[in-house]
T-cell receptor, first 115, second 109 residues
Framework: ETGVTQSPTHLIKTRGQQVTLRCSSQ?????VSWYQQALGQGPQFIFQ???????GRGNFPPRFSGLQFPNYSSELNVNALELDDSALYLC??????????????FGPGTRLLVL | DAKTTQPNSMESNEEEPVHLPCNHS???????IHWYRQLPSQGPEYVIH???SNVNNRMASLAIAEDRKSSTLILHRATLRDAAVYYC??????????FGTGTSLTVIP
């Protein structure tokens, strides 16, 4: 059984560009959540997808969007990048929505630097 | 919003027990309390969770106050590998999953 994987591991972009980050869920998991973690801070919830539908969103603007595919892999898209978007982006998969109390399994993250 | 209060940092000697406190005074009756930890340069990992009664697993124990407004994560014998940031997370139905800033645990050899 493979764990949660993310790609790429590191990425450098310039302000105004767009970025797509990818996540492969753990086998058998139908829910994926994305988090942003700034340096020295705890992860902040961006949104969650359950069976390909958005199922909860944190306090992030619409330029943060996502997709979940039928195989439950997922993408996080960020448009019009800003310097403050520089952070570690984490995805986590679970067998049910996080609001059901299911354990989340995290990937190692993608570190994004916006110049 | 349901928020948590945790000490910014704690220290423990190796092989001694560690009690990590958390206050979550606005939690509601159906919200689970989760604890995760994040080792340096890794994503968070699940430690334990509970609803009302105390819980034990191979990693730790979770003691939940009777009024559920606070909980304590107990590591029975701290090892160097337990040095991490520990997050207390009351999962709030219909609201976001809030990590907070956590407690940074240092284990002294």
């Amino acid at each position: 059984e493979t764990g949660v994987t993310q790609s790429p591991t590191h990425l450098i972009k310039t302000r105004g560009q767009q970025v797509t980050l990818r996540c492969s869920s753990q086998s058998g998991h139908n829910t994926v959540s994305w988090y942003q973690q700034a340096l020295g801070q705890g992860p902040q919830f961006i949104f969650q997808y359950y069976r390909e539908e958005e199922n909860g969103r944190g306090n992030f603007p619409p330029r943060f969007s996502g997709l979940q595919f039928p195989n439950y892999s997922s993408e996080l898209n960020v448009n019009a990048l800003e310097l403050d978007d520089s952070a570690l982006y984490l995805c986590a998969s679970s067998a049910g929505g996080i609001f059901s109390g299911e354990t989340q399994y995290f990937g190692p993250g993608t570190r994004l630097l916006v110049l | 919003d349901a928020k948590t209060t945790q000490p910014n940092s704690m220290e423990s000697n190796e092989e001694e027990p560690v009690h990590l406190p958390c206050n979550h005074s606005t939690i509601s009756g159906t919200d689970y309390i989760h604890w995760y930890r994040q080792l340096p340069s890794q994503g968070p990992e699940y430690v334990i969770h509970g609803l009302t009664s105390n819980v034990n697993n191979r990693m730790a124990s979770l003691a939940i106050a009777e009024d559920r407004k606070s909980s304590t994560l107990i590591l029975h014998r701290a090892t160097l590998r337990d040095a991490a940031v520990y997050y207390c997370i009351p999962v709030i139905t219909g609201n976001q999953f809030y990590f907070g800033t956590g407690t940074s645990l240092t284990v002294i050899p």
